[in-house]
């Protein structure tokens, strides 16, 4: 039974600037859920976006709040005695708020494998890989630094699928960009990710260009609101067009998939509302034919080791994972790094998520975020009062 669940703000600056069509970061807010049961097992889940509320419509603040006011008095009073109940009850009374959801979810997962003693893939029906090959995304604004930076990922065995943020500037900047990178390391994958920037009409002119200069993927190049749009480019092209922010809840994975919208998945379990909702679009795209990617809402370490549990249990994974989000951030907050080797990420295995959180650093985080949002909270205060 649950005793506690306790959401925590901990934001952890980037390594660099990232920069996306729709934002830049200079740092990523994790939204940590801990969990405590009144048998003594504890669970931690993780739940992220990008840009607070630019790339979705939940922000760290908004998944905080609403744990913490209709969330949590719902688990505590209704005390579901299973990660199923306690997911069905939540579904049955909180509308959206997918994110969220995938926090708890993976929280109780952590605790549900602690107490059998096995790790969260095999909850979710069983890993049939240990190991994910991972692309590093090259988001520096900047192409001579973004060449440097991949040919160093590669020296150091670290990464060798590219994936660039685009769609900020003019296309044909843009394009000249991805070329360059793509003629300065002709030999690996490189793909290129829009966020929704175009509309259908450049990305007829744009997409052409870089199948002809050798690009391997085209993630969500138009608005996730044009599906019709999306389905003309996946039959028009044949580099593979790839469903990122259109991919949400099964539901409407289930129209994707039904309507062959796309030749490829991004799946991430946030978009999806749980890691259970993300096997279930996997299991959709495997059914109707289409290719999966694991994807990210860069998260960090938890929410990372969360997703590799759910990717290590699909049968084909052609175009592999971008579970980078913790190499993105200065500072980790596990007493044990996850392990990037060998161009992958390798799936804990001890139970539950497999992971030791370093509480000490949470809090820290944590704290550090508390003290500045009542700085700010003061300072607005006796702004307005003086005006
Ligand atoms: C997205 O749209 O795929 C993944 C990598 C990255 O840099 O941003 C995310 C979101
Ligand atoms: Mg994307």
Redesign the pocket.
Known sequence: MIRSITTLLVPIPTIRE?K?ACTVMREQTLVLVHIQTADGFEGWGEATT?GGLN?AEESPHSIKTNIDTYFTPLLLKEAPTSTAKAMQLLNQHISGNRFAKCAIETALLDIEGKRLGIPISELLGGRVRDELEVAW?L?SGDTAKDISEAKQMIAQKKHRIF?L?IGSNPIDEDIAHVLAIKQAIPEYRVTV?V?QAWTELEAMSAIKRLQDGGIDLI??PISMRNQAGLKRLKEYFEVAIMA??IVQDPQNAFRLAADHCADVF?VKINQAGGLKAACLIGQMAKLAGIELYG????EGPIGTAASAHVFSTYSSLNFDT?LFGPLLLTDDILTRPLEYHNYGLTVPTAPGLGIEVDKDKIYHYAERSLLSAAAASRQQYFATEKT
């Not at 994807?295 to 860069?298: A, F, I, Q, R, V």
């Open positions: 990232h996306l990008i790339y995304t988001a994936k943020k990710d966020n993630e969500q990122d922010e991004a994807g990210t809402m860069l971008e």
